[in-house]
């Protein structure tokens, strides 16, 4: 497998637009293209089904990005979307309706619907208070997936059969199915560019970056950040489709708060406010955990030592690290 | 109206006992400004001291004592290690550094004590009940929690209110750089409310030891619940947390409690029973939405914030 190797970029000459960030973003996708080529080549299907597993959540991770980082909405309930996409698939699933025609857009759906309740309520408090008031409201879907007795409740619910497009492609298709999510994650880092760079996307930082300026400018910032709020839930909401399409299984765990916890993680270790960040910290996230955890029993002696070093020696996470970008 | 009235100190039990937590976390938060994930593994590693120490010294009360100055300690050194580094760092470098110490206390715990938990014992004079009511028998160690927490609550009053430490604590709430620009050794300060939130945490977890098993995350849910509190409270603001977590505390037995009866009179059984769960575990996060919709600063705004 040939990759794009990252150019040492000295002082005084460069590759013209290839900065090191671009190297590296070059070749986490080339990688991440060729990941299926490896995995049929050497057998491997592990190293599949743990690539799709950061794929999906990058999609997730994304999302959080585009109100973390741009909008600075810390949110730490983002799983909860993660769980409604899931469950969304889910309970159609069992309910005997298995058209992907109908589950996806119900599971986004569902989740920008829950975004619009949450965003509405929660977006008056500001720092801290937002950040524990998405908690409460992730806390309450997660105690309502346990109580979801006919669903499996507690213990979760099997999904035996994965959504169905009609021909138009095989979800049990491991490979297939990669590439899907794949393809959904670029056209996700390709949206949230465009949102960015838009005329919205510089009043959501704007806002930001302050917010009575916003106002006194005559911008109505409250509804430009329920906007993206909620477009970042039903981007998180399909990450939860996809999810469930690929564990075949729905839990409330996979709502518990140490899971938002994992998604901020992310965000924070890839670099807030750039653009591939955050699926350089899903991947960096996911592989570490899967590596320490091959290396020892007890890998999150490992891991979490080093996430506290992250956080007190890296500003701007690996992207700040590549770009030596101070601050964040 | 027993049933109620046991409920209702079920409730105040629960309060006092997130109080506890609420207390460290509120001060850590209004002085540090520091958002501390890791406050549930120092109540976690209260509580697995408290039981070591107290089979080692076949005493209850001993192994209280030892657990309380241990877990300050941990803290400390903990604080003067790593967690000083991230004052003055956003919120999200917070919640991504002390999650990471969350991650490495459990894993800890687990190397050193095992995954299968533990449990510690009260001394059998404690096992006894009380007559609290005519007619009404409540747990005596319930009652000891209650009226140990409630001392503990009047002496952080007055550690707070009347002493020069928790003038400096209070001068520190409200601006740190005029503090530290006086001459106050801020370092030290601030290792010292570390040491005592955690002291209180760690209390926390000892007291609720011989109630619930001690096992590796512990500390996580009751962790959240000890966020609502502070949040609920007014951020930086004791008093807040006190009258929030009583507010809390209730709000949970109470859901807990009546919630799936109050449901059976209009559903069914088992769909009672199964929304009632529901419905009573998100009670607290429900109180907490309401309050921060009607006042997103919560109770009692800590001043000059």
């Not at chain 1, 080529?37 to 994304?62: D, K, P």
């Not at chain 1, 994650?185 to 949102?195: D, F, M, P, S």
Request: charged share 10%; hydrophobic share 55%.
């Amino acid at each position: 497998m040939t990759v794009a190797s990252k150019p040492p970029v000295k002082p005084g000459w460069s590759f013209g637009v290839i900065t090191p960030r671009v190297g590296l973003n070059i070749a986490v996708i080339a990688t991440l293209a060729a990941v299926p080529v490896y995995a049929a080549l050497t057998g491997n299907t592990f190293a599949l089904t743990l690539f799709t597993r950061v794929v999906i959540l990058a999609i997730a991770a994304l999302s959080l990005n585009l109100i973390m980082g741009f909008g600075g909405m810390v949110s730490f309930g983002h799983a909860a979307y993660l769980g409604i996409g899931g469950y969304a698939i889910g309970i159609l699933a069992k309910e005997g309706i298995g058209s992907g025609f109908v589950q996806w857009p119900v599971a986004i759906g569902t989740a920008a619907l829950y975004a619009l309740v949450v965003g509405a309520l929660s977006l008056r408090t500001r720092g801290v208070y937002f950040i524990m008031i998405t908690l409460a409201f992730a806390q309450m879907i997660y105690y309502v997936a346990i109580g979801l007795d006919r669903y499996g409740g507690d213990d979760g619910l099997t999904i035996y059969h994965r959504s169905q497009f009609d021909g138009l492609i095989d979800l049990s298709n491991r490979t297939a199915f990669y590439y899907l999510c794949f393809g959904l994650l670029l056209v996700g880092i390709y949206l949230v560019w465009r949102i960015v760079n838009s005329r919205f996307g510089m009043v959501i930082q704007g806002a930001r970056s302050n917010e009575r300026r916003m106002r006194a400018i005559g911008f109505p910032t409250f509804r430009y950040r329920l906007v993206c709020f909620v477009i970042a839930g039903a981007m998180c909401g399909l990450a939860g489709a996809l999810l469930a399409n690929h564990t075949d299984f729905i839990s409330p765990a996979m709502m518990h708060w140490t899971r938002s916890g994992d998604l901020i993680v992310m965000v924070v270790l890839g670099g807030m406010q750039a653009m591939f960040g955050p699926l350089i910290g899903a991947l960096t996230f996911l592989i570490l955990e899967e590596g320490l955890s091959r290396l020892t029993e007890y890998s999150n002696l490992i891991l979490g030592p080093l996430l506290l070093v992250v956080a007190i020696s890296i500003r701007g996470g690996i992207d700040g690290l590549i770009t030596g970008r101070r601050g964040g | 109206m027993l049933y109620f009235f046991e409920q209702f100190l079920n409730g105040i039990q629960l309060g006092m006992l997130l109080f506890l937590l609420a207390a460290g976390l509120t001060l850590i938060f209004g002085i540090m400004d520091l958002v501390n994930l890791a406050h549930g593994s120092l109540y976690m590693l209260g509580a697995y001291f408290a039981a070591t120490f107290a089979e080692w010294t076949d005493s209850f009360l001993l192994g209280a004592i030892l657990a309380l100055a241990a877990t300050a300690v941990t803290a400390m050194a903990l604080e003067v290690i790593a967690v000083r580094r991230l004052y003055g760092r956003s919120h999200l470098d917070h919640v991504l550094g002390t999650f990471g110490l969350l991650l490495f206390f459990n894993e800890l715990v687990r190397l050193i004590w095992g995954p299968a938990g533990m449990t510690l014992s009260l001394p059998p004079e404690m096992l006894n009940a009380v007559e609290v009511l005519p007619g009404l028998f409540y747990p005596l160690y319930r009652l000891v929690i209650i009226g140990v927490t409630l001392g503990v609550a009047v002496l952080l009053y007055l550690l707070v209110m009347r002493t020069r430490l928790g003038m400096l604590i209070r001068a520190g709430a409200s601006n740190r750089e005029m503090v530290g620009a006086l001459g106050v050794n801020i370092k030290l300060l601030y290792t010292m409310v570390f040491g005592l939130g955690a002291a209180l945490a760690g209390f926390a977890g000892l007291m609720q030891a011989p109630i619930l098993t001690v096992q590796i995350g512990m500390g996580e849910n009751i962790l959240i619940a000890a966020f609502v509190v502070v949040t609920i409270g007014g951020i930086g603001s004791i008093r807040g947390a006190f009258v929030a977590a009583l507010l809390v505390g209730l709000a949970d037995t109470v859901g807990r409690t009546f919630a799936p009866d109050l449901l059976h009179t209009f559903l069914s059984e088992s769909a009672s029973s199964s929304l009632g769960r529901a419905l009573s575990s998100m009670m607290i996060y429900l109180v907490m939405a309401i309050v921060l919709i009607a006042r997103p600063e919560g109770l009692f705004p800590a001043a000059g914030k």
